[in-house]
């Protein structure tokens, strides 16, 4: 199957930063989810790594992103864009029977309501371009408010809520799916915050895979198996870090680089595992969000 404009640009921007020994989802980014400038909904999946991905490279300090007519029903104009749009792809579902488009919400909805409508629908895809609020003209300018909590006790309450056995000895990080446990070194043994922290949500997200939650293929000796899952945990971790707002640093990237060659192979043997991945990170990020929505927030008070 031929990759759209959006999948193919991402892979090469991917194997490119694999290549050069550096991991492009473990960038920090701008401080906030990039999202629609009008909308305000924020980009999922594919669309939410590519335009982080640009985001960085570009060194872009606005998260909001704008089509050619969205830009031009403010009254606004572009400024140095030449080549500076990005392609997303917008997902919808059209029922033929009623002529109508749904967006996926609605469709899902829907067909909750109306099992044996799910017939009718079609689904579609188109790709189109957006452009940073940077390259715009006199938009005005945002006031973005940083989300406070300290991160240990979020985490550590995620681990209690998720109900995963948690112990920090030895000189190694792992999940043990058999015991449903997360062993770590002792804290004090990380070189900095952000290696403890992201060390563990990686686990976590790992975690996620036992068949009590996701139920995901975790328990397997095969090699490509085991990069394809460091993939998923990698990237569902690297979309929580980023709420997390935590900096950075370049210790953190030796840890993962024994899969860079993997991870290559992966992107130009069969691209299509990167967006396996993908979902399956989404799947991961969206069950942590519900798991520990409202409870963690209520017992923060």
Not at 89 to 106: G, I, P, T
Not at 269 to 290: T, V
Request: proline share 2%; aromatic share 12%; net charge positive.
């Amino acid at each position: 199957m031929r990759l759209s404009k959006t999948r193919e640009e991402l892979i090469k921007m991917y194997i490119e930063a694999l290549e050069q020994n550096d991991i492009p989802w473990r960038h920090r980014w701008i401080s906030e989810n990039n999202k629609n400038g009008i909308s305000g909904l924020e980009y999922n999946g594919i669309n939410k790594l590519i335009l982080n991905y640009v985001a960085y490279k570009e060194k872009y300090t606005d998260n909001r992103w704008y089509t050619h007519k969205q830009i031009g029903d403010l009254g606004l104009k572009l400024k140095n864009a030449k080549g500076k749009g990005v392609p997303v792809e917008f997902w919808s579902a059209y029922n033929y029977k009623l002529r109508k488009r749904f967006n996926f919400a609605e469709y899902e909805k829907y067909i909750e309501q109306n099992p044996a409508e799910e017939k009718h629908f079609r689904i579609l895809s188109r790709t189109a371009m957006v452009f940073n609020g940077s390259l715009v003209d006199g938009l005005q300018e945002q006031n973005i408010k940083f989300q406070e909590f300290e991160q240990s006790k979020y985490i550590s309450k995620l681990i209690k809520l998720l109900n995963i056995q948690y112990e920090e000895k030895g000189n190694r990080a792992c999940y043990i799916p058999k015991e449903d446990k997360i062993v770590l070194p002792d804290r004090n043994k990380f070189v900095d915050q952000y290696s403890y922290y992201a060390t563990q949500l990686h686990e976590i997200c790992h975690a996620t895979g036992n068949e009590n939650r996701l139920n995901r293929n975790i328990l397997t000796n095969n090699e490509k198996d085991y990069a394809r899952e460091e993939l998923i945990a990698e990237i569902s971790s690297s979309f929580l870090m980023q709420e997390l707002n935590v900096p950075v640093t370049a210790e953190h990237y030796d840890n993962h680089k024994a899969y860079i060659n993997s991870w290559i192979s992966i992107l130009k043997d069969k691209p299509n595992e990167l967006f396996k991945a993908i979902s399956e990170a989404n799947k991961i990020e969206k069950y942590i969000k519900e798991k520990s929505k409202n409870r963690i927030r209520e017992s923060e008070r």
